[in-house]
C-alpha cells in the first residue's frame, strides 16, 4: 500500500514522526492503553483464578441471604469492564484528541 | 452421556457467542407449525427486504460494498458490532446454561465481554486509521503483500468457513423446533436470504440489519427480564432463593435426600463443574478475551466508521449494549429456573424440557406473554442467526476478493467495478457452500467449530495484527511463519483435545487434556513471530523494519486515513 503514496505526503509524514509532540502523544497514550489493558486483564483472570482455586469463597453469602458473594463480583467485573471503556474514551476525547488536532493543524493538515 | 462428556459438551456449545446451535446436537422432533412465529418472521424479513432495496440503490463501489461507504456513525456501529455478538446463542445458549447449572453461565459471559476493552485500548483506532476494508490491510501494510495476504485471506476462510458451519447447523436446528419447519428448507432460507442481503446490500444492508435486530432482541430481553423482576418485586435475593428452592425440589423429587437436595438446590449460586483444572481456565478465558480481537468479520466493523474517534464511540457503546444485554440474560436464566422449570406444560414426561435445554428463554418468554410474545421471541432469535450469517459471508468474500484477488492476483490493480463483482460472485459461492455444508452436517456435532474459530483467531491473527502495528522489527516472514504456526498449532491441539478426539471421534481418553489450545498456541505465536523476525537478515526485513516510523505516524495519527467515502 505504501508505494501508492506520494513524496508530498511521505515527507510529511517524516516530519510528523520527529515533531516532539507527537513522540510525547504516542508514549502517553501507549502507557494508558497497556496499563488499561493489563489493568483488565488483571481483573478478569484474577476472577477466573478465583474460581479455579477457591469457589467456595465465591459461595458464601453476600449479604446474609441468598445472594453469593460471587454474584456482586462477577456483576462488578461486566460493570468495570464498561467502566473502563468509558475511561479510556473520556481521556481520549479531552486529552489526546486536542492534542492531535494540533499536531496536525501544525502539519498542514 | 457422562458427566465429563456433558460438561465438555455444554462447554463448547456455548464457547460461541454467535452458535445457536447449543443442546441442540441430537436430531430434535418437528414442532407444531408455529404461525404467529412464522407472520412475525415474514414482517421481520420484509422490513430487511426493504433496508436491502434502499441499500442497494446506496452501494455503488467496493467502498460501499466492504465499508458502507464510511458513512456509519459510531453509535450505529457500536449497536452493529452488539448484534453481531448478541447471538442466538448468547440469549438462548447461555440463559439456557443459567438454567441448568446457575452461575456457570455468568462465567462465559464475562469472558466474552472482557476482550473489547482490550480490542479499544490496543487496536481499535490503529486498525481504523491503517485499513481500508479487512484485516489484512492492516496486517499487511509494510509488508510484502502477497505472501501475508494470502495468509491472512487462508485464516480468515477458515475462521468464516468453521463459524458458519457452526451457525447454519444451529440456524436449522433451531429453526426446525421454533417454527416447525423441515431441517433442509430453514437452512436454504437463511441462506437464500443472508445471500439477497450481502449480494444486493452490501456492508449497508448487512449493518442496518444487524442494527434492527440489536434493537429487537434488547427490547425483548429488557422486557422479559423486568417481567421476571417484577414478579418478585424486583428482589434479586427473592428471586434466587425462590431459584434455589426450586432446584432443591427438583433433585428431591429425583430421589435425593434432603441434605443432598439442599447442597444441589444452592450449588446454582456459585460456580460449579465449569471451570476444573486452572490450565483449561486461564487458556479458556484467553481464548474468549483475544480470540475476539481477531474475528474477521468483527474487526471489518471498525472499517464502516468515518475515523478513529468514531471507531473509539464504537467500542464503548457495544461493550455497553453487551454488558447490559448479558445482565439481562443472567436474570432471564434464573427467572426460567422458577417460572419454567415448574410448569408441566414446558416439561416432557421425564421431566425435561421440552425442544431441548436451548429453549429455557423461549418458553420463559410463553410463560411471560403467551403465544404472541413466543411467537415474537422465536422471530427474533431467527432474525439473530440470519444477521450474524450475513455478517460472516461479506467478510468471507471481501477475504477472496479484496485480499487475493484484487491485491495477489491483480497486484492491486483492479477495478472497483472489476473487484466487486468478483466479491458478488463469491458471496453467491460461499452462501452456496454453507447451505450445502449447513445440510451435510446436519447430524454431526459441529459445536467445537466455533471455539475452534475463537481459538484459531487468538493464536494467528491476534498476534499477527498486534505485532505488525505496535512492534517496529516484526517483518514478512515473522508474521506469515509465526501467524502460520500459532493457527496449526491451535488447530491439532484442538482436534486433540476432548471436545473433538473423545466428543466427535469417539477415542476413550484425549491426548491433549485441556479445553482450549490457547495458552499454548497464542504465546507459541508471539515467540514464533518475534523469534523469526529477529533473526530475519532478508532485503525485505530491512524495508520492514525502515518502514514502521511512517506506518506509526499513520496508525496513531490517522494523518492519509483512508476514508472510505472518499473513494
Keep these: 500500500m505504501i508505494d501508492h503514496h506520494d513524496e508530498a505526503e511521505r515527507a510529511m509524514l517524516a516530519q510528523v514522526a520527529e515533531d516532539p509532540r507527537y513522540i510525547d502523544l504516542v508514549r502517553k497514550r501507549s502507557r494508558f492503553g497497556w496499563t488499561l489493558s493489563i489493568i483488565m486483564m488483571l481483573v478478569f483472570f484474577g476472577y477466573i483464578s478465583l474460581i479455579a482455586y477457591d469457589k467456595a469463597f465465591l459461595a458464601r453469602s453476600a449479604f446474609g441471604g441468598t445472594t453469593t458473594l460471587g454474584i456482586p463480583i462477577g456483576i462488578a467485573v461486566i460493570l468495570f469492564a464498561i467502566l473502563l471503556t468509558g475511561v479510556y474514551v473520556r481521556r481520549a476525547n479531552r486529552h489526546f484528541d486536542p492534542l492531535l488536532r494540533t499536531i496536525r493543524q501544525d502539519a498542514g493538515l | 452421556m457422562t458427566a465429563r462428556t456433558r460438561l465438555g459438551l455444554i462447554l463448547f456449545l456455548l464457547t460461541a457467542p454467535s452458535l445457536a446451535a447449543a443442546h441442540v446436537m441430537s436430531p430434535q422432533p418437528q414442532s407444531a407449525t408455529n404461525w404467529p412465529a412464522i407472520l412475525m418472521f415474514g414482517a421481520f424479513v420484509l422490513l430487511t427486504l426493504a433496508i436491502t432495496r434502499w441499500a442497494a440503490r446506496r452501494t455503488r463501489t467496493t467502498a460501499d460494498f466492504y465499508a458502507a461507504g464510511g458513512g456509519i456513525t459510531g453509535f450505529q456501529n457500536g449497536l452493529a458490532i452488539a448484534g453481531d455478538y448478541m447471538s442466538a446463542a448468547s440469549f438462548l445458549g447461555i440463559s439456557a446454561q ?266 420463559l418468554s410463553a410463560a411471560i406473554g403467551g403465544d404472541l410474545f413466543l411467537g415474537f421471541v422465536s422471530a427474533v432469535a431467527f432474525a439473530t442467526i440470519l444477521a450474524v450469517v450475513a455478517g460472516l459471508t461479506l467478510s468471507g468474500a471481501s477475504a477472496i476478493s479484496h485480499d487475493l484477488y484484487a491485491s495477489v492476483v491483480r497486484h492491486g490493480r483492479a477495478g472497483s467495478a472489476d473487484e466487486l463483482r468478483v466479491s458478488r460472485w463469491t458471496v453467491v459461492v460461499l452462501a452456496a457452500i454453507a447451505i450445502l455444508l449447513g445440510i451435510a452436517f446436519e447430524k454431526q456435532n459441529v459445536a467445537f467449530m466455533v471455539s475452534l474459530a475463537f481459538a484459531l483467531a487468538a493464536s494467528g491473527n491476534f498476534p499477527v495484527l498486534l505485532l505488525s502495528v505496535l512492534w517496529k522489527g516484526c517483518t514478512t516472514r515473522g508474521v506469515v511463519v509465526g501467524g502460520t504456526v500459532g493457527m496449526v498449532v491451535a488447530f491439532v491441539l484442538m482436534i486433540l483435545s476432548p471436545a473433538i478426539w473423545v466428543n466427535v471421534l469417539g477415542n476413550a481418553a484425549p491426548i491433549f487434556p485441556y479445553t482450549s489450545p490457547t495458552i499454548f498456541s497464542m504465546p507459541l505465536a508471539f515467540l514464533t513471530i518475534w523469534l523469526v523476525s529477529t533473526l530475519d537478515r532478508s532485503d525485505r526485513a530491512a524495508i520492514d523494519r525502515a518502514a514502521y516510523s511512517e506506518q506509526r505516524v499513520r496508525a496513531e495519527t490517522g494523518i492519509a486515513a483512508h476514508r472510505a467515502s472518499a473513494h
Excluded at chain 2, 489484512?136 to 503483500?145: C, L, N, T
Excluded at chain 2, 465449569?274 to 474487526?299: C, N, Q
Aim: glycine fraction near 12%; proline fraction near 3%.
Design chain 2, 98 to 363: 443459567i438454567f441448568a447449572d446457575g452461575y456457570d453461565g455468568l462465567i462465559y459471559s464475562i469472558g466474552f465481554l472482557v476482550g473489547w476493552p482490550v480490542i479499544l485500548f490496543l487496536l481499535a483506532e490503529r486498525l481504523r486509521n491503517l485499513g481500508r476494508y479487512t484485516f489484512a490491510d492492516v496486517a499487511s501494510f509494510r509488508f510484502r503483500q502477497g505472501p501475508v495476504r494470502l495468509a491472512a485471506a487462508f485464516s480468515t476462510l477458515a475462521v468464516v468457513i468453521f463459524y458458519l458451519i457452526a451457525q447454519m447447523v444451529g440456524a436449522g436446528q433451531l429453526i426446525k423446533l421454533l417454527f416447525g419447519l423441515p431441517y433442509a428448507y430453514a437452512v436454504m432460507i437463511v441462506g437464500v436470504l443472508m445471500t439477497l442481503y450481502v449480494l444486493f446490500g452490501g456492508m449497508i444492508a448487512t449493518t442496518w440489519v444487524q442494527i434492527v435486530k440489536a434493537v429487537l432482541l434488547l427490547g425483548c430481553a429488557t422486557v422479559m427480564a423486568i417481567a421476571v423482576l417484577a414478579h418478585f418485586g424486583f428482589s434479586l435475593d427473592a428471586l434466587f432463593t425462590r431459584a434455589v428452592e426450586v432446584k432443591s425440589g427438583v433433585a428431591a423429587a429425583g430421589g435425593a435426600s434432603a441434605a443432598e437436595a439442599a447442597q444441589k438446590g444452592q450449588s446454582i449460586m456459585a460456580p460449579g463443574n465449569f471451570i476444573k483444572d486452572p490450565i483449561s481456565a486461564i487458556s479458556f478465558g484467553m481464548a474468549l478475551m483475544f480470540g475476539t480481537a481477531g474475528l474477521p468479520h468483527i474487526l471489518m466493523r471498525f472499517f464502516t466508521v468515518p475515523d478513529a474517534r468514531e471507531a473509539r464511540k464504537s467500542v464503548l457503546w457495544a461493550t455497553g449494549w453487551i454488558g447490559y444485554f448479558y445482565l439481562l440474560t443472567f436474570i432471564i436464566g434464573f427467572g426460567a429456573i422458577v417460572m419454567v422449570a415448574t410448569n408441566p406444560a414446558f416439561l416432557d414426561a421425564t421431566g425435561a424440557l421440552r425442544g431441548g435445554g436451548n429453549m429455557a428463554a423461549v418458553h
